[in-house]
């Protein structure tokens, strides 16, 4: 496939991930913890909960991990820039699950 197929599935797939979790966290009256931490982890290391800041950091989250897609696939490959974001994203994610876990 073209950079260029590879680009429109990375935004699709953010725009995607975005709205899956603010499905899964923002239900809830008051957030959980759990899929807070998982679907938007800088918003737990901003603790941020709650208000314009929170929705802010959750529409650009994974806007920018496509962007840094985006960027890095003019130079590697797609598998490599792809496992590379993965591994940040998770751990990015477990060190706010031990953030939570830790309140």
């Given at each position: 496939?073209?950079?260029?197929?590879?680009?429109?599935?990375?935004?699709?797939?953010?725009?995607?991930?975005?709205?899956?979790?603010?499905?899964q966290?923002?239900?809830?009256?008051?957030?959980?913890?759990?899929?807070?931490?998982?679907?938007?982890?800088?918003?737990?290391?901003?603790?941020?909960?709650?208000?314009?800041?929170m929705?802010?950091?959750?529409?650009?989250?994974?806007?920018?991990?496509?962007?840094?897609?985006t960027?890095?696939?003019?130079?590697?490959?797609?598998?490599?820039?792809?496992?590379?974001?993965?591994?940040?994203?998770?751990?990015?994610?477990?060190?706010?699950?031990?953030?939570?876990?830790?309140?």
């Amino acid at each position: 496939m073209s950079r260029r197929i590879y680009i429109i599935i990375a935004f699709v797939l953010s725009i995607l991930a975005t709205l899956v979790g603010w499905s899964q966290t923002f239900i809830h009256k008051t957030w959980p913890p759990a899929h807070t931490a998982l679907w938007f982890p800088l918003v737990v290391f901003a603790d941020s909960y709650g208000g314009v800041e929170m929705v802010v950091l959750s529409l650009i989250q994974f806007p920018v991990f496509a962007i840094l897609f985006t960027l890095g696939i003019r130079r590697w490959r797609v598998a490599a820039v792809s496992s590379a974001l993965g591994f940040i994203y998770a751990l990015i994610a477990g060190i706010a699950f031990m953030m939570v876990g830790s309140r």
